[in-house]
């Protein structure tokens, strides 16, 4: 049992490049989540997905893209790299119910855009 | 939206003492405040999560409290020891499925 899953772990990206970010869960966790962690600013959500072929915009949507084609997987895209970018990313995972549950998290993606 | 503020940003304390970190949250909605601990390098990982029918919850060292009157719920750690050390994050989610985290404290316990 794997958990929560992110590759790569590290990148460094020139300004205009694009990659995509994956994020894979073995829990069968119905809603998945992007964040980006900046020194003194915490976690802020970037998009989220509530099941598979669902997503919606989270607090800092803007110049991201992600698709939840499979239930397990929520790739995270970024089609025009900035500095403004540079940032480390997790990616969660959590059941679903009528109650929040606890969100468990990938080890984090370290993305550095020049 | 929501808005989940977080205080002090930094702490520290002698190895022993207690800890207190409080956040404060804006959408009156909310209604599960977790807590997240994370060590240098590593992810974060739940550490205590309350829902918004109970006013306190406690496992060992670590106790959450939450008054809903006032939006306002803190994390206690008693008996600090050393590898308590990590930065502490709470959340709270609003109606639309997203969780606001706090920007975090960073506590430091001193030997």
């Known amino acids: 049992n794997a958990g929560v899953t992110q590759t790569p772990k590290f990148r460094v990206l020139k300004t205009g490049q694009s990659m995509t970010l994956l994020c894979a869960q073995d829990m069968n966790h119905e809603y998945m989540y992007w964040y980006r962690q900046d020194p003194g600013m915490g976690l802020r959500l970037i998009h989220y997905s509530v099941g598979e072929g669902t997503t919606a915009k989270g607090e800092v949507p803007d110049g991201y893209n992600v698709s939840r084609l499979k239930k397990q997987n929520f790739l995270l895209g970024l089609e025009s790299a900035a500095p403004s970018q540079t940032s480390v990313y997790f990616c969660a995972s959590s059941y679903s119910g009528r109650d929040y549950n606890e969100q468990f998290f990938g080890p984090g993606t370290r993305l550095t855009v020049l | 939206g929501e808005n989940v503020e977080q205080h002090p940003s930094t702490l520290s304390v002698q190895e022993g003492d207690s800890a207190v970190i409080k956040c404060t949250y804006s959408?009156?909605?909310?209604?599960?405040f977790p807590w997240y601990k994370q060590e240098l390098g590593k992810r974060p990982q739940l550490i205590i999560d309350?829902?918004?029918?109970?006013g306190e919850k406690k496992d060992q060292r670590i106790a959450v409290t939450l008054n809903k009157t006032a939006k306002h719920f803190s994390l206690h750690i008693t008996e600090t020891q050393p590898e308590d050390s990590a930065v502490y994050f709470c959340a709270a989610p609003n109606t639309g499925n997203q969780f606001y985290f706090g920007t975090g404290t960073s506590l430091t316990v001193i030997p």
């Open positions: 309350i829902r918004s029918n109970v």
């Open positions: 959408d009156s909605a909310s209604n599960y």
